[in-house]
């Protein structure tokens, strides 16, 4: 896809404070420091857009960034950050919680799991959540420039009979592997929801 521009527009603590336009959504959830944040960043070939950050529990809030004027990307706080203080955490949840079960602009979900494990016990809850709520999903293999080609291989297929039916994409945001392959997986979704421009 041809991106004009992307902007920045809020971080959101609140959930009265959530986008108005009814632009479609495309989300990136995962658990905290699994590389979302690079994600969304590799697909917009804008290195410094979103925050990135080797310590985990850098996205604090949702993030919203505006695509063409058309989409936006939404940057979910990550979860399994056991040194978040409890109130933090949990408030944290209510407000994801209150965005994914309430938000019909919601286009696709990629959730972003680390190639180099099996998905952990928090992955696979997050999947039972999508499917849930009626949310389309893709999977990312992300980091896999950390991996030989044939471990490669070989976790991409252990994980397809964990997110049965769904697409499972091995991504890297150094290589910028499934870069292509990501996107094709967006357009499809903004162009069923007849609204990309
Ligand atoms: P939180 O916002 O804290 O939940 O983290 P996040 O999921 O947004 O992760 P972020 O994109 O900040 O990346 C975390 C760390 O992993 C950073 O040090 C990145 O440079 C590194 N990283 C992310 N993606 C890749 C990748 O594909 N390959 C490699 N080698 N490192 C990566
Ligand atoms: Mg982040």
Redesign the pocket.
């Known amino acids: 896809m041809k991106i004009h521009s992307a902007q920045f527009i809020s971080s959101v603590y609140r959930r009265d404070d959530f986008p108005q336009g009814g632009e479609p959504e495309i989300i990136f959830v995962?658990?905290?420091?699994?590389?979302?944040?690079?994600?969304i960043?590799?697909l917009l070939k804008a290195p410094r857009l979103?925050?990135?950050?080797?310590?985990?529990?850098?996205?604090q809030a949702i993030n919203f960034y505006l695509i063409n004027e058309a989409f936006y990307f939404v940057?979910l706080?990550?979860y399994g950050?056991a040194q978040a203080p409890e109130t933090v955490r949990r408030s944290w949840q209510a407000l994801c919680e209150a965005y994914l079960t309430n938000r019909p602009e919601i286009a696709l979900g990629l959730l972003?799991v680390d190639a180099r494990h099996e998905p952990k016990p928090l992955d696979v809850q997050m999947r039972d959540w999508l499917a849930h709520v009626g949310i389309p999903y893709a999977v990312l293999l992300?980091?896999?420039?950390?991996l030989p080609g044939h471990d490669l291989a070989r976790l991409a297929k252990s994980a397809a009979p964990v997110f049965p039916s769904v697409e499972v994409f091995p991504?890297?945001?150094?290589t910028r592997l499934g870069v292509e392959d990501v996107w094709r997986a967006i357009r499809a979704r903004l162009d069923g929801s007849g609204n990309t421009h």
């Open positions: 995962g658990r905290s420091n699994v590389g979302k944040s690079s994600v960043n590799s979103a925050r990135t950050s080797s310590t985990p529990g850098r996205t940057d706080p990550g950050y972003i992300t980091k896999a420039d950390k991504f890297s945001a150094v």
